[in-house]
């Protein structure tokens, strides 16, 4: 059940709505997925001989995530439970996101799909792809 | 307990003050208020809980094992701190708040007082 206050009391809390609202009307709408960017959020960083991918996947067991990589393709996805809200319970704020997520990144050509890690901590997916070695950078040696 | 999001007290706002705001939910039964934070990337020791008045502030500082020189190249988490304030309303009871926090979630109980707790009263036939 949700809860939602019908009588403001104050001005700040109209302006705290305001400040909610306005964005809404004046950016493009949503995207049809819902959120603007999606679940999990992610971070796309490199080295010279590394692709570094960040997924923030908060409150997940590792075991039911999925990683793929097909074809140059980095697919994340895996589901996320709703907390469990007994019928006696009111919803104040339901702003965390749950369900099914899947999201899908496009990796450089160089990279090396033997040599993957992927590694949660701390509500984080780090998966970390080497690039291969013969297109590293490398100084050549004048005879 | 409502949502306050106020900008911080200092009128310097530095780069530093700059945080994201965490997604929460907020959940209340008659005993009292669960809270759920998505704090993404945050380890258990940067993570800090206080209640100054009756003000609950989260805020938690992102550590990421980032290589050495890796530049980022597509952003969503922009900033390596989050920070949300609530006002919590005078029948809870901050002293006896628990905390837990598992792989990036906080879950925050907050019970409402002994006085505050839903009595059945009896009705006696005279």
Same mark, same amino acid.
């Given at each position: ?143 | ?18 945080? /994201? ?17 998505? /704090? ?12 100054? +008045? ?11 094992? +980032? ?60």
């Amino acid at each position: 059940m949700y809860y939602r206050s019908m009588f403001p009391r104050d001005l700040l809390a109209e302006l705290e709505r305001l400040q909610r609202e306005v964005p809404q009307t004046v950016e493009p709408g949503p995207s049809i997925r819902g959120q603007k960017r999606g679940y999990p959020a992610l971070n796309v960083g490199g080295t010279p001989n590394a692709v570094e991918i960040y997924a923030f996947a908060p409150g997940l067991d590792p075991a039911t995530l999925d990683v793929q990589l097909e074809k140059g393709i980095l697919t994340i996805a895996g589901e996320r439970k709703a907390p469990a809200v007994s019928e006696q319970a009111t919803v104040h704020i339901g702003e965390r996101f749950a369900g099914r997520f899947r999201r899908v990144v496009s990796l450089p050509d160089d990279i090396d799909p033997n040599s993957i890690v992927a590694k949660y901590r701390d509500g984080v997916l780090h998966v970390s792809v080497q690039r291969r070695e013969e297109t590293q950078p490398r100084r050549i040696s004048i005879q | 307990m409502s949502d306050t999001n106020q900008a911080p007290k200092s009128t310097a706002a530095t780069r530093e003050d700059a945080a /994201l705001l965490p997604p929460v939910d907020v959940l209340e039964d008659a005993g009292g208020i669960t809270l759920y934070a998505d /704090l993404p990337g945050v380890p258990k020791d940067r993570l800090s809980l206080h209640v100054e +008045a009756d003000v609950l502030t989260i805020d938690g500082e992102v550590v990421l094992d +980032a290589p050495e020189g890796m530049e980022l190249t597509h952003t969503e988490v922009g900033l390596p701190r989050y920070r949300r304030q609530f006002t919590l309303s005078k029948e809870l009871d901050a002293g006896k708040v628990k905390a837990s926090f598992e792989q990036g979630v906080l879950t925050l109980r907050i019970p409402k007082a002994e006085h505050a707790q839903p009595r059945r009263i009896e009705v006696q036939v005279v």
